[in-house]
Structure formats: structure tokens, C-alpha cells
Nanobody, 122 residues
Framework: QVQLVESGGGLVQAGGSLRLSCAASGRVLSGYSMGWFRQAPGKEREFIATISGAGGRIYYTDSVKGRFTISRTSPNSVYLQMDSLKPEDAAVYYC????????????????WGQGTQVTVSS
């Protein structure tokens, strides 16, 4: 059974930075894409970024391009560097893993973490 644990969330002022980490266990995820999603209060969970198993394919949602960077240092470790944070970036951030190629579709990810809270003060 794959388990994903996110960390690195917290409170930051607008314009600041945070680095989220996701550690996977239970299986080597070399063939899995890893993605980050977020859900703000009263809103649906949305795609943020994804990175393929080998790290060669990366996609971002338009609202974070140029500010967020997804990276993968090992099959089971993925990060989300978030710079120039805005109040609208505040949400619970989730890490997810899926067997298909990098995709924005939540249904393609079979494993999810519990989430980490990001709060951005204005």
C-alpha cells in the first residue's frame, strides 16, 4: 500500500515562499507520475502541477506558472517550491501519485496524501 505524507505548509506573508515536500512509502514509485493539487474553502480541489516518473514531463496550471516549481529528487520524493505567494494560493495542498503519464485529471491519481495547510496573509 502506497502512503504519501506532505509537509512544509504553514503561514506566510504575501510575496513569501514555502517549500512543500511529499514523501512516499510502501512502493518504489519510479514509474508513477506525482502531482500536487489544492483545495481552498468552498472550492473544488484543483490541479497545480505534475511531474512524470522520470521527471522529463512537467505541467503547471496557468495560475502558478513562473511562481511554483515542482521537482523530484528520487522516485519517492517530490517537492513544490512556491514563490511570490498570493492570498489566493491559500489552501490545503495535496500530493498524489498515479501510474499514468503526467496528467491534470484527479481521477488518474490513485494515491493521495492527507494534505498540508498553506495560509497566506495579505
Amino acid at each position: 500500500q502506497v502512503q504519501l505524507v506532505e509537509s512544509g505548509g504553514g503561514l506566510v506573508q504575501a510575496g513569501g515562499s514555502l517549500r512543500l515536500s511529499c514523501a512516499a512509502s510502501g512502493r518504489v514509485l519510479s514509474g508513477y507520475s506525482m502531482g500536487w493539487f489544492r483545495q481552498a474553502p468552498g472550492k473544488e480541489r484543483e490541479f497545480i502541477a505534475t511531474i512524470s516518473g522520470a521527471g522529463g514531463r512537467i505541467y503547471y496550471t496557468d495560475s502558478v506558472k513562473g511562481r511554483f516549481t515542482i521537482s523530484r529528487t528520487s522516485p519517492n520524493s517530490v517537492y513544490l517550491q512556491m514563490d511570490s505567494l498570493k492570498p489566493e494560493d491559500a489552501a490545503v495542498y495535496y500530493c498524489a501519485a498515479g501510474t499514468g503519464p503526467g496528467t491534470t485529471r484527479q481521477a488518474a491519481y490513485g494515491y493521495w496524501g492527507q494534505g498540508t495547510q498553506v495560509t497566506v496573509s495579505s
